[in-house]
């Protein structure tokens, strides 16, 4: 298996436009969780999903962001409209059951 | 609300010493606990899961301890090498299925 695969790697956008990123987790895994890294505050917890369905939305900042999950191989995160305070890496991390959790590559979003 | 603190936040070391992170979390109230790895520009890769009824788990150099009552785990790293130099998080799973990170240790290996 790839592993979680992300895109794009790298983002660079202006204030006030929409970014979409997006994730494929390891097949066969139920649990997909999508996570910000900033100097300051570390690894936060957006959102996550079980069997596509989102469980757990309150580490979202605000409205401006929204996950979807159509189907067991895809998920998006998007940002409408972006600004600089959103920049940051973005993981997607997937796992099964209980199991280990495995993070993808990250998204480095930069809102000048 | 579940805290995750590590200490210390950086360290420096030279090649061939022995090392102890230490993880601390304010509720004993966990599923499970990971160690894991992040290199610069990277995502993270998972060193040790320790299940909440385990008191610790060994892989190759490395030793992971809880001490669940206390809040507390240590990773241990025997032998360290510069390929070691990385940041170290940890992060407990609470009884909701999230994880919680701490802010990681970022460690430099001299040769």
């Known amino acids: 298996d790839a592993g979680v695969i992300q895109s794009p790697r790298h983002e660079v956008t202006e204030m006030g436009q929409e970014v979409t990123l997006r994730c494929k987790p390891i097949s066969g895994h139920d649990y997909l969780f999508w996570y910000r890294q900033t100097m300051m505050r570390g690894l936060e917890l957006l959102i996550y999903f079980n069997n596509n369905v989102p469980i757990d939305d309150s580490g979202m900042p605000e409205d401006r962001f929204s996950a979807k999950m159509p189907n067991a191989s895809f998920s998006t995160l998007k940002i409408q409209p972006s600004e600089p305070r959103d920049s940051a890496v973005y993981f997607c991390?997937?796992?099964?059951?209980?199991?280990?959790?495995?993070f993808g590559p990250g998204t480095r979003l930069l809102v000048l | 609300k579940q805290e995750v603190t590590q200490i210390p936040a950086a360290l420096s070391v030279p090649e061939g010493e022995n090392l102890v992170l230490n993880c601390s979390f304010t509720d004993s109230a966990i599923y499970n606990l990971q160690w894991f790895r992040q290199d610069p520009g990277k995502g993270l890769t998972s060193l040790l899961l320790i299940q909440s009824s385990q008191r610790e788990q060994t892989s190759g150099r490395l030793n992971a301890s809880l001490d669940k009552s206390s809040g507390r785990s240590t990773l241990y790293i025997a032998a360290s090498q510069p390929g070691d130099s990385a940041t170290y998080l940890c992060?407990?799973?609470?009884?909701?299925?999230?994880?919680?990170f701490g802010q990681g240790t970022e460690l430099s290996v001299k040769p």
């Open positions: 992060a407990v799973k609470d009884q909701g299925g999230k994880l919680i």
């Open positions: 991390a997937s796992r099964q059951g209980s199991e280990t959790q495995y």
